[in-house]
């Protein structure tokens, strides 16, 4: 199993920049990616980025995410990063950090972000 702990959320200002960490505990070998998904008020929750245990980084095909927000790891820490910049209102939500270990994923508990002037 495997254990995920996020933080780093909080509230900015619009165009403000927030990193948010994603620590994994457990049977970490055996991750296959980590990731993040977010759900923003009345949403349904959004894939926005994933890294696999290669380093290899996809991001949502979105204009609202690409270019903004960096997916990176740091294995020595077995932590799971998420840079987020120029964020915007409608970044706002809860941001949950997933690991995918064989046919299994496991979720941290989220992390609220919150962009308001």
């Known amino acids: 199993q495997v254990q995920l702990v996020e933080s780093g959320g909080g509230l900015v200002q619009p165009g403000g920049s927030l990193r948010l960490s994603c620590a994994a505990s457990g049977s970490i070998f055996s991750i296959s990616a980590m990731g993040w998904y977010r759900q923003a008020p009345g949403k349904q929750r959004e894939w926005v980025a994933a890294i696999t245990s290669g380093g290899s980084t996809n991001y949502a095909d979105s204009v609202t995410v690409k270019g903004r927000f960096t997916i990176s790891r740091d294995n020595a820490k077995n932590t799971v990063y998420l840079q987020m910049n120029s964020l915007k209102p409608e970044d706002t939500a809860v941001y949950y950090c997933?690991?995918?270990?064989?046919?299994?994923?496991?979720w941290g508990q989220g992390t609220q972000v919150t962009v308001s002037s």
């Open positions: 997933y690991a995918d270990l064989r046919s299994d994923r496991y």
